[in-house]
């Protein structure tokens, strides 16, 4: 996982397998950009393969924080299975789709 | 592949990672945070709780909580009648709106509306309230169907019984430490009577007043100087207590007797220690070397002890630890026809009766402790306290001790074996 920030704007990158490990670095990571003053939360899944239940319930999770702080999540280029899984999950309702 | 079927894999994806997450031996809390996440992840759900019930405070008390914002009450009092129906619903979802006729439900309403509650799942197990959990909306914004019900329940059985079996092993906890306190006290009640024992014997001889105590705390110091951990040494120090429980039987005047009792009276006073033996001996003692101890604490390596005239090797190391306890005692304190003799005197005795009297790596522990004790290297006083300071400090007695145990040391002691053709020889 990394990411970057610019004009309120941060992006992180997701790793391959989202799970409880991952999932949490994750988390801690939006928590902290929104502590900082970020309005806009992307989360890139270009490396993305597979997440888990875990993982899910982590981004429904940072979804909430960020609504609560006011902030846009966005997830980013997504592939195919990972789409098919938030719709079907509803997380894809409440992020704007890249 | 449809969405039922995907939907299906997901959840059944979740389901064994609970069962993972639940037999693994993680942290308690840890587990039903992760098993919160699951349950969530599995369904898409937004929020929710996980409870734990407890039957003495009749309350549940929240373990996770997600997405609920910190005013979500963390403690839920139920009624008699909660219990009722969480019993009869078991492990079974509720729907908020049937959940309204709960008295519980009614007092936390506003919380549980503001929070978009969903569902409550009591958590049954055996025929037990363990527990129950709250789940929030979907974030597909859809009812709970009758499919989402069903993983919810067999998700809600895994957590339950990881509940009830925290529960059980802090009920196993519980009543360990409760029959901890109660196995200490019960050792307390008999050190007591131990004591009081001891002070009865000591009643008996008004010249030798507390020597069963004081022979209780030298063999103490002496399985103390010889390494032996803490049960032991309490086993010691009872049988020095015990030693004399015989004298209980003989008669007061010979015991008391102010002058060199005749050998009838010997005759009399040498059956304490079979006496004792035979008191002590249906006594179920937590050290099984105390009636032993009182058996043969007159017995000496070379086998001119009494009763039974036993040599060395057939001595009972308590009885030897004891013995040298006793005749310790037995010269450093005043007799009726004799005075107590100076420390320097019974040094050198202990140190020529070591490999006749008394086994010598017994002697060695003893002195070795009234050394340090001398030197300054053990600051507990244990001598000073029995024999006095004035007895302790005689000039030359560090000197003394410390000749005799140089002498003492290298040596490799006599044994005496009873055997034809032997006798009492020593065999080097």
Redesign the interface.
Same mark, same amino acid.
């Given at each position: 996982m990394s990411a970057q920030t610019a004009d309120q704007v941060s992006t992180i990158f997701a790793g391959s397998y989202i799970n409880?490990l991952s999932g949490e670095q994750i988390e801690h990571e939006c928590r902290r950009k929104l502590d900082a003053g970020c309005r806009e939360l992307t989360l890139d899944f270009s490396q993305t393969e597979l997440v888990?239940? &875990? %993982?899910?319930? &982590?981004l429904? %999770?940072v &979804?909430?924080v960020a609504e609560k702080n006011g902030a846009k999540v966005v997830f980013s280029e997504m592939n195919e299975d990972t789409v098919?899984?938030f719709e079907?999950? %509803?997380?894809t309702?409440?992020v704007t789709i890249q | 592949m449809n969405e039922p079927d995907n939907k299906l894999i997901h959840a059944f994806g979740a389901l064994a990672e609970l069962g993972h997450e639940i037999t693994n031996r993680n942290n308690f809390q840890e587990t039903i945070r992760t098993s919160l996440h699951l349950l969530s992840g599995a369904l898409g759900i937004r929020r929710g709780a996980i409870a734990r019930y407890s039957r003495f405070a009749h309350e549940l008390n929240m373990l996770a909580v997600r997405a609920l914002g910190d005013e979500f009450p963390l403690t839920l009092g139920l009624t008699t009648e909660d219990e009722r129906q969480f019993l009869a619903v078991g492990l079974n979802p509720i729907e908020v709106a049937q959940a309204r006729v709960l008295p519980f439900f009614q007092v936390y309403d506003a919380s549980f509306e503001n929070k978009r509650l969903e569902l409550l799942v009591p958590l049954v197990v055996r025929e037990e309230i363990v527990g129950a959990i709250f789940l929030g909306e979907k974030a597909t914004g859809e009812t709970y169907t009758s499919y989402d019900k069903d993983i919810v329940c067999a998700m809600g059985q895994h957590i339950g019984v990881a509940i009830a079996q925290r529960n059980l092993m802090a009920e196993i906890e519980r009543r360990s430490e409760e029959n901890r306190q109660l196995f200490d006290e019960m050792r307390s009640t008999y050190h007591d009577t131990v004591k009081a024992f001891a002070t009865a014997i000591d009643c008996k001889d008004k010249y030798t007043e507390g020597h069963s105590v004081r022979v209780g705390k030298f063999t103490e110091i002496i399985a103390t100087e010889l390494g032996w951990g803490p049960d032991e040494t309490e086993g010691a120090a009872v049988a020095g207590y015990l030693h004399d429980v015989g004298k209980l039987t003989v008669e007061r005047k010979i015991i008391n007797a102010p002058y060199r009792i005749n050998a009838k009276e010997s005759a009399e006073l040498n059956k304490h220690p079979a006496v004792g033996y035979e008191i002590l001996q249906p006594i179920h003692h937590p050290y099984t070397d105390v009636p032993l101890a009182a058996k043969y604490h007159h017995e000496r390596l070379d086998g001119r002890g009494y009763p039974d005239g036993l040599y060395d090797r057939e001595i009972p190391y308590i009885a030897k630890i004891v013995n040298l306890a006793d005749s310790f005692d037995a010269m450093t304190t005043d007799r009726p026809y004799k005075s107590r003799r100076p420390a320097i005197d019974v040094v050198e005795d202990l140190h020529r009766n070591s490999g006749r009297q008394f086994a010598p790596e017994i002697v060695t522990a003893f002195l070795s402790g009234m050394f340090k004790e001398l030197n300054g290297d053990d600051r507990g006083r244990r001598f000073r306290r029995l024999l006095g300071r004035d007895y302790m400090e005689a000039e030359g007695l560090a000197e003394k001790i410390k000749f005799t145990l140089n002498e003492l040391a290298p040596t490799t002691p006599m044994t005496y074996v009873a055997a034809a053709g032997i006798g009492d020889q020593p065999i080097l």
């Amino acid at each position: 996982m990394s990411a970057q920030t610019a004009d309120q704007v941060s992006t992180i990158f997701a790793g391959s397998y989202i799970n409880k490990l991952s999932g949490e670095q994750i988390e801690h990571e939006c928590r902290r950009k929104l502590d900082a003053g970020c309005r806009e939360l992307t989360l890139d899944f270009s490396q993305t393969e597979l997440v888990n239940s &875990i %993982g899910i319930s &982590i981004l429904l %999770g940072v &979804i909430d924080v960020a609504e609560k702080n006011g902030a846009k999540v966005v997830f980013s280029e997504m592939n195919e299975d990972t789409v098919e899984l938030f719709e079907m999950l %509803g997380l894809t309702k409440h992020v704007t789709i890249q | 592949m449809n969405e039922p079927d995907n939907k299906l894999i997901h959840a059944f994806g979740a389901l064994a990672e609970l069962g993972h997450e639940i037999t693994n031996r993680n942290n308690f809390q840890e587990t039903i945070r992760t098993s919160l996440h699951l349950l969530s992840g599995a369904l898409g759900i937004r929020r929710g709780a996980i409870a734990r019930y407890s039957r003495f405070a009749h309350e549940l008390n929240m373990l996770a909580v997600r997405a609920l914002g910190d005013e979500f009450p963390l403690t839920l009092g139920l009624t008699t009648e909660d219990e009722r129906q969480f019993l009869a619903v078991g492990l079974n979802p509720i729907e908020v709106a049937q959940a309204r006729v709960l008295p519980f439900f009614q007092v936390y309403d506003a919380s549980f509306e503001n929070k978009r509650l969903e569902l409550l799942v009591p958590l049954v197990v055996r025929e037990e309230i363990v527990g129950a959990i709250f789940l929030g909306e979907k974030a597909t914004g859809e009812t709970y169907t009758s499919y989402d019900k069903d993983i919810v329940c067999a998700m809600g059985q895994h957590i339950g019984v990881a509940i009830a079996q925290r529960n059980l092993m802090a009920e196993i906890e519980r009543r360990s430490e409760e029959n901890r306190q109660l196995f200490d006290e019960m050792r307390s009640t008999y050190h007591d009577t131990v004591k009081a024992f001891a002070t009865a014997i000591d009643c008996k001889d008004k010249y030798t007043e507390g020597h069963s105590v004081r022979v209780g705390k030298f063999t103490e110091i002496i399985a103390t100087e010889l390494g032996w951990g803490p049960d032991e040494t309490e086993g010691a120090a009872v049988a020095g207590y015990l030693h004399d429980v015989g004298k209980l039987t003989v008669e007061r005047k010979i015991i008391n007797a102010p002058y060199r009792i005749n050998a009838k009276e010997s005759a009399e006073l040498n059956k304490h220690p079979a006496v004792g033996y035979e008191i002590l001996q249906p006594i179920h003692h937590p050290y099984t070397d105390v009636p032993l101890a009182a058996k043969y604490h007159h017995e000496r390596l070379d086998g001119r002890g009494y009763p039974d005239g036993l040599y060395d090797r057939e001595i009972p190391y308590i009885a030897k630890i004891v013995n040298l306890a006793d005749s310790f005692d037995a010269m450093t304190t005043d007799r009726p026809y004799k005075s107590r003799r100076p420390a320097i005197d019974v040094v050198e005795d202990l140190h020529r009766n070591s490999g006749r009297q008394f086994a010598p790596e017994i002697v060695t522990a003893f002195l070795s402790g009234m050394f340090k004790e001398l030197n300054g290297d053990d600051r507990g006083r244990r001598f000073r306290r029995l024999l006095g300071r004035d007895y302790m400090e005689a000039e030359g007695l560090a000197e003394k001790i410390k000749f005799t145990l140089n002498e003492l040391a290298p040596t490799t002691p006599m044994t005496y074996v009873a055997a034809a053709g032997i006798g009492d020889q020593p065999i080097l």
